[in-house]
C-alpha cells in the first residue's frame, strides 16, 4: 500500500509515444549520470485500464492477434539484433584486444572469404577506413575484418562490460537476456554445430548473428559510453514509501581506459556531426552549439540472397536502430530506439 513513484518523465514519456504513433519498435531513454530510466515506451502500446475491468474475448484476441504486437514489451521483452548500433562495441573489443586503432582496411563494398562474397551496405565501398572513419561511416567490411582478427570472445566480453546479454533488477520482471555470442556460449547452445566457425565472427562484427539485445540494454550501453567511467546500471523505481530506492550509478567502473572509450564516441561524434556521418541529417538539433553523438542500425530479418533489401510485407521489413547521448561535451541524456 506504499507509494511508488518511478524515474520516468511523463512528458518524455508522452512524447515519445506520440512521436512513434503506429510503428512497432521501443524507445528507452537514461539519464547518464545516474541510470534513472527517463522513458520506457513499447509500441503500439494499449490501455492497461481495460484490463481491470476485463476485456471481451474479441478485445483481447484484437490485441493478441495484431501483427504489430501491442502485447510484446518490446523495450525489455522483445530482442533483436542490434545491426551496426553493436559496431561501438566490437571497436571497444578491438581496441582492449590491441588492435591499432590507425590501421586501414580497404573496403570495396565487397570482400571475398570463406567461399561467399560478403557485402558492405555502401555498394562502391568506403575506400580505405580506419576505426574511427568505419564507425562514422558504418563501414561492414572493415568491421567484418577486424571481429574475424580478435575472434567471438573479446567480443562477448566487451559486450557483456557495456549491459548486453544481462537482466537488470528495475523492479519489474519479464526482461529477456537475448545472445551474446561466444565459443563457450556456442558449445551449449547450438548442438547441431557447437563450433564456433570464421564465419560466425564475420556476422558477429556487425550485430548479425549470433547476437539479440533489447531496447532497455541498447539505452545502457549508451548511458555507460557516454559516461565514460561508471558500469552504469538503469533505475525505474526512484522510492517507495518515500524511501528513496538504490541510485544506478553505485556501480563499478568499466574495464576500458579513458583512451579507448574516448576514441569510439569520437567515431559516435561524428557519425551525427560529420557532413558525412551516416546520421548528420537527422541528428541536427537546432539547439546551438549543443551537439549529440549516435550510431545508425539496419538490421535484416531474412537473408535477401540477391532480391531486393526492400519489402512491402511488413513482417519481413528491416528494423531500424538508432543509439545517441547529448551534449557531447557533457553527456546527460541517452537514447535507444528500435
Not at 273 to 282: E, F, K
Request: glycine residues 12%.
Amino acid at each position: 500500500g506504499k507509494t511508488i513513484q518511478l524515474t520516468l518523465d511523463v512528458d518524455v514519456q508522452n512524447r515519445a509515444l506520440e512521436v512513434m504513433g503506429d510503428e512497432s519498435g521501443a524507445i528507452v531513454m537514461m539519464d547518464c549520470r545516474n541510470g534513472d530510466l527517463l522513458c520506457m515506451v513499447s509500441s503500439p502500446s494499449f490501455d492497461a485500464n481495460r484490463f481491470v475491468r476485463g476485456l471481451s474475448g474479441a478485445e483481447y484476441k484484437a490485441l493478441a492477434t495484431y501483427e504489430r504486437r501491442p502485447l510484446l514489451d518490446k523495450a525489455m521483452t522483445g530482442t533483436y539484433p542490434p545491426g551496426s548500433t553493436f559496431k561501438p562495441t566490437v571497436g571497444l573489443a578491438a581496441l582492449s584486444a590491441g588492435i591499432d586503432p590507425s590501421i586501414r582496411v580497404h573496403c570495396s563494398g565487397g570482400w571475398y572469404y570463406g567461399g561467399r562474397t560478403w557485402r558492405c551496405w555502401k555498394p562502391g565501398g568506403h575506400g580505405a577506413q580506419n576505426m574511427h572513419d568505419a564507425i562514422k561511416n558504418s563501414c561492414d567490411i572493415y568491421f567484418y575484418q577486424t571481429a574475424l582478427r580478435i575472434g567471438p570472445d573479446p567480443i562477448a566480453k566487451a559486450a557483456h562490460a557495456m549491459g548486453f546479454g544481462q537482466i537488470f533488477d528495475i523492479g519489474i520482471p519479464g526482461q529477456k537476456k537475448g545472445v551474446v555470442g561466444s565459443r563457450e556460449w556456442k558449445r551449449k547452445a547450438v548442438k547441431r554445430e557447437p563450433v564456433w566457425q570464421p564465419g560466425d565472427s564475420v556476422s558477429y562484427g556487425i550485430g548479425q548473428g549470433y547476437v539479440a539485445v533489447n531496447a532497455l540494454q541498447l539505452a545502457v550501453m549508451t548511458a555507460r559510453l557516454a559516461n565514460g567511467k561508471t558500469a552504469l546500471n538503469p533505475r525505474l523505481i526512484k522510492s517507495v514509501g518515500g524511501v528513496e530506492m538504490p541510485r544506478g550509478d553505485a556501480a563499478p567502473d568499466l574495464p576500458f581506459t579513458h583512451e579507448q572509450i574516448a576514441y569510439v564516441r569520437g567515431g559516435m561524434v561524428a557519425v551525427a556531426n560529420d557532413t558525412g556521418g551516416t546520421a548528420y541529417r537527422q541528428s541536427q538539433l537546432g539547439l546551438g552549439d549543443i551537439q549529440m553523438a549516435g550510431k545508425t542500425g539496419t538490421a535484416q530479418v531474412r537473408n535477401y540472397g540477391t532480391g531486393s533489401r526492400k519489402s512491402e510485407i511488413w513482417a519481413l521489413k528491416d528494423h531500424n536502430l538508432f543509439v545517441a547521448f547529448a551534449p557531447v561535451d557533457a553527456p546527460r541524456y541517452a537514447v535507444a530506439v528500435i
